[in-house]
């Protein structure tokens, strides 16, 4: 059996003791920061100017290929963080009379 102060011991065995539930928190936070989060100011930013120029968030979701859901999190500001592949791809979305250049 694996020792307390595990995440081994906290998955496997459910232990819930104060160590193992230290580490398995130590753990999932280096895995959620190691994700490639980006802040999404520049993603929302974006996305007001589309909307103030007449590009529904549906259509920047379809060209994107990203949820309209996850887009109007990050518009309406419940999301501060987004994935670099999210930002990438947000911010390549041009209104119609924009040059593709």
Not at 28 to 43: I, K, M, W
Not at 73 to 79: E, P, Y
Request: net charge positive; charged share 25%; hydrophobic share 35%.
């Amino acid at each position: 059996m694996a020792p307390h102060g595990t995440t081994n011991r906290y998955r496997h065995y459910a232990c819930r003791c104060d160590l193992c539930r230290q580490a398995q928190n130590t753990t999932q936070r280096a895995y959620r920061n190691s994700r490639g989060l980006v802040d999404a100011t520049p993603v929302r930013e974006r996305l007001v100017f589309l909307r103030e120029n007449g590009v529904r968030l549906t259509r920047v979701a379809e060209l994107s290929g990203w949820s309209k859901q996850s887009l109007w999190a990050i518009a309406d500001g419940r999301q501060e963080k987004c994935s670099a592949d999210l930002a990438e791809d947000v911010l390549a979305v041009r209104a119609p009379w924009e040059s593709a250049a």
